[in-house]
């Protein structure tokens, strides 16, 4: 199993977070629980998200661990799916 880079996994949760509705960084970072400087560094890539970091997002997003890390998408629940698709495009 391969971990991608940070700055792909930050990627994945900028775009989750604007999937979700959230163009502002601070909101998203109240809603899941992370201050704002460490939510801009996992957006950046400067650092890579810890797992239980990870797991704040799980919860409260329905993302899963297999999405963050190494993008497998067959692993998020349809709906999610579809808004990052709308994002995406």
Known sequence: MVIDRPEIIGG???LLREA???DQARAFCQFVG?????????ETGK?????????KIV????ASLDWIYRGVEYSLP???AE??????A
């Open 12 to 14: 994945r949760i900028r």
């Open 20 to 22: 979700l509705g959230y």
């Open 34 to 42: 992370f201050s704002d400087q460490a939510l801009y560094n996992y």
């Open 47 to 55: 650092r890579r998200i810890s797992l239980d970091e990870a797991m």
């Open 59 to 62: 919860a409260k997003t329905g």
């Open 78 to 80: 349809v709906h999610l």
């Open 83 to 88: 808004k990052l698709r709308q994002v995406d």
